[in-house]
């Protein structure tokens, strides 16, 4: 909770990544790791009962909830033409539907309110990581800023006005907003580094976490909207914890209500072999670890 008291712990310990609340804050998806590969499943949080909701390939993960919470997009390597972005049903009912298709990388990370675009993150240009956003209808890509710097984990904020994303990567990530779908202006939210942003309290909080040694502190700011604009309230930190942080992968999250955070916990000998000293967001680079 927000003193960062553990209120919920699951009942099967497994290898986890990737917990994602759903919209209404009653479930969490997660992607599980075995000997049998990795795969997604649900998690009911007042019962414990997990589902699994993926059964093609060996490789999937970074699940994302659709804004009515019954479909979840994720990335996999279900057929052979590589890493692709598809949504299944969140009950596990149904077949697959692709939302990508070929070669490159596709990172899901965000749908707009109307679900109708998917924020995502993948290969610029430069060879450097851009945001982008993905029509679910047409598959089009359309471009996200202008920035020449890495821009990674973009979410789009309760109503669709704004974007909250990082830029640069390890330690010189900072946190900002962008207005979408402009034109507007860029507020810098951070000041001390961070990542994985996420919108709480209906639009009006963004939680994110900062971590060094050992520990990650779980920050919060208010917003505000004053017109075209957004402004942000000083950050105050929320609670330390210590969290697992595996490299190649997401490991926070936070409700909707902002009541609640996800993340990943172990014993000594696991978080320390799954921490790192600095928060790295390449996602590029470590996602395709985590998919060979």
Same mark, same amino acid.
């Given at each position: 909770?927000?003193?960062?008291?553990?209120?919920?712990?699951?009942?099967?310990?497994?290898?986890?990544?990737?917990?994602?609340?759903?919209?209404?804050?009653? &479930?969490?998806?997660?992607?599980?790791?075995?000997?049998?590969?990795?795969?997604?499943?649900?998690?009911?949080?007042?019962?414990? &009962?997990?589902?699994?909701?993926?059964?093609?390939?060996?490789?999937?993960?970074?699940?994302?909830?659709?804004?009515?919470?019954?479909?979840?997009?994720?990335?996999?390597?279900?057929?052979?033409?590589?890493?692709?972005?598809?949504?299944?049903?969140?009950?596990?009912?149904?077949?697959?539907?692709?939302?990508?298709?070929?070669?490159?990388?596709?990172?899901? $990370?965000?749908?707009?309110?109307?679900?109708?675009?998917?924020?995502?993150?993948?290969?610029?240009?430069?060879?450097?990581?851009?945001?982008?956003?993905?029509?679910?209808?047409?598959?089009?890509?359309?471009?996200?800023?202008?920035?020449?710097?890495?821009?990674?984990?973009?979410?789009?904020?309760?109503?669709?006005?704004?974007?909250?994303?990082?830029?640069? $990567?390890?330690?010189?990530?900072?946190?900002?907003?962008?207005?979408?779908?402009?034109?507007?202006?860029?507020?810098?939210?951070?000041?001390?580094?961070?990542?994985?942003?996420?919108?709480?309290?209906?639009?009006?909080?963004?939680?994110?976490?900062?971590?060094?040694?050992?520990?990650?502190?779980?920050?919060?700011?208010?917003?505000?909207?004053?017109?075209?604009?957004?402004?942000?309230?000083?950050?105050?930190?929320?609670?330390?914890?210590?969290?697992? &942080?595996?490299?190649?992968?997401?490991?926070?999250?936070?409700? &909707?209500?902002?009541?609640?955070?996800?993340?990943?916990?172990?014993?000594?000998?696991?978080?320390?072999?799954?921490?790192?000293?600095?928060?790295?967001?390449?996602?590029?680079?470590?996602?395709?670890?985590?998919?060979?």
């Amino acid at each position: 909770d927000r003193d960062g008291k553990r209120v919920y712990t699951s009942a099967e310990a497994r290898d986890f990544r990737d917990p994602r609340f759903s919209p209404d804050g009653k &479930r969490v998806a997660v992607t599980t790791f075995s000997d049998r590969g990795q795969h997604i499943h649900v998690i009911e949080v007042a019962s414990s &009962r997990m589902t699994r909701v993926t059964f093609d390939g060996n490789a999937n993960g970074l699940p994302v909830w659709t804004p009515d919470g019954k479909r979840l997009a994720y990335l996999s390597d279900r057929l052979d033409s590589g890493l692709n972005v598809y949504t299944i049903r969140a009950d596990g009912g149904g077949e697959p539907v692709a939302l990508t298709t070929g070669k490159g990388l596709t990172i899901p $990370l965000s749908f707009s309110p109307d679900g109708s675009l998917l924020a995502v993150m993948r290969p610029g240009p430069a060879g450097n990581l851009d945001a982008q956003l993905l029509s679910v209808k047409t598959g089009e890509y359309l471009p996200f800023g202008e920035s020449t710097a890495e821009e990674v984990a973009p979410v789009f904020s309760p109503d669709g006005r704004w974007i909250a994303y990082g830029e640069g $990567l390890g330690t010189a990530s900072e946190l900002f907003v962008r207005a979408y779908p402009g034109p507007g202006g860029r507020w810098q939210i951070s000041s001390g580094g961070g990542g994985l942003p996420a919108w709480s309290k209906g639009g009006r909080e963004i939680a994110w976490i900062v971590a060094a040694a050992d520990l990650t502190s779980v920050m919060v700011a208010d917003v505000t909207v004053e017109g075209d604009f957004i402004k942000a309230g000083p950050a105050r930190k929320l609670f330390e914890m210590n969290f697992v &942080r595996p490299s190649n992968a997401t490991w926070f999250d936070a409700s &909707r209500d902002g009541t609640r955070f996800a993340g990943l916990v172990g014993d000594g000998q696991s978080a320390a072999a799954h921490s790192n000293h600095d928060v790295s967001f390449d996602f590029l680079a470590e996602v395709r670890g985590k998919f060979r």
